[in-house]
């Protein structure tokens, strides 16, 4: 999929409002500080991933997929407590059961 010039502005401007809410949020800065007074150098490095999908044009005939043409798996993962707590600590909600799914 090629993406257009406002998509690609759009994109940057969400990081760029990521990265300003994870350098403004006292919880983390507070957090770091810790660690780095603890006698440890410390750096952060987070991975988002984003996806989106195009609305479809009114009046746009839309392609029929065939049942057989993609597979749809399940996947699973586990959440560790320790996971859960760094996601809150970004303001990420975070509901989980027992086994941490």
């Known amino acids: 999929m ?22 403004e949020s006292d919880r983390i800065s507070d957090v770091m500080g810790k660690i780095r007074a603890a006698g440890y150098d410390l750096f952060l490095v987070l991975e988002v991933t984003v996806g989106f999908n195009k609305h479809e044009e009114p009046g746009r005939p839309r ?30 909600s975070v509901d989980v059961d027992e086994d941490g799914r």
């Open 2 to 23: 090629e993406i257009d010039d406002k998509l690609k502005r759009l994109i940057k401007e969400l990081g760029n409002a990521i990265n300003e809410s994870l350098s």
């Open 63 to 92: 392609r029929a997929r065939s049942s057989g043409s993609r597979r749809t798996e399940v996947q699973q993962f586990h959440l560790t407590n320790e996971d859960a707590e760094f996601l809150r600590d970004l303001n990420i």
